[in-house]
């Protein structure tokens, strides 16, 4: 079966400091791995995806995800992180199709200055 | 910008209560989803819907219903409302086809008493 490990429930970083969220997956086929971030009061909004290709792939905001299928990880980075980036953060896998995407429970990032 | 717009941001019903979720997209996509978002579990698919009149079974459907009788609107029906379904509802909806990012609406907040 499908699954999405998100293992930081909560995580802090400083305004400034780099940020890793992480990501693993379990998926029967060649998995299409997509990462959402959530504002408060808000929907979710596509981050950064991963199909096929160059494993670091870039998003919006100065993210970016490496792709390890050795560790079925997708782990996301930012070299700076800015206080407007806390949000729910959601890791999920699918198939190319899109249309039953599997969500990890979500990693909280709070930004302190 | 496609926007899908759910016509309440928060809902109080009562056990046994049928309740009805609305969202409408105003982008012309074919696929449209309803998910449910619950702290710790991340997102749930219920059902979604690939065309209209046509709808397919997500992770956990028990306990609701869907009607799409236009290609841009889709329900959610909670036949009899029980305090189990006290959450928060996202609908989200994407093209057909190709790699097109799931667009959210910002949630309904529905609390069964």
């Known amino acids: 079966a499908q699954s999405v490990t998100q293992p930081d429930i909560h995580i802090t970083v400083s305004e400034g400091a780099s940020l890793e969220l992480r990501c693993n997956y379990s998926y029967g086929a060649t998995p299409y791995l997509f990462w959402y971030v959530q504002s408060p009061g808000q929907g979710l909004q596509l981050l950064l995806k991963y199909f096929s290709g160059d494993t670091l792939v870039q998003g919006i905001k100065g993210f970016e995800a490496e792709f390890k299928r050795s560790q079925s990880s997708f782990n996301l980075r930012k070299p700076s992180v800015h206080w407007s980036d806390a949000a729910e953060y959601f890791c999920?896998?699918?198939?190319?199709?899109?249309?039953?995407?599997?969500f990890g429970a979500g990693t909280i990032l709070r930004v302190k200055s | 910008d496609v926007k899908v717009t759910q016509s309440s941001r928060y809902l109080v019903k009562r056990t046994g209560e049928k309740v009805f979720l609305e969202c409408v997209q105003d982008?012309?996509?074919?696929?449209m989803f309803w998910y449910r978002q619950d702290p710790g579990l991340g997102l749930r698919l219920i059902y979604f819907s690939y065309d209209v009149k046509m709808k397919e079974k997500g992770d956990i459907p028990e306990g609701y219903s869907v009607s799409r009788e236009k290609k841009e609107r889709f329900s959610l029906i909670l036949e009899s409302a029980s305090t189990n379904q006290t959450s928060m509802y996202l609908c989200?909806?994407?093209?057909?086809?190709?790699?097109?990012?799931?667009?959210f609406g910002n949630g309904t907040r529905l609390t069964v008493t």
């Open positions: 989200a909806s994407r093209i057909r086809g190709g790699t097109g990012p799931l667009h």
């Open positions: 999920a896998v699918g198939a190319q199709d899109g249309n039953k995407l599997v």
């Open positions: 982008m012309d996509h074919e696929n």
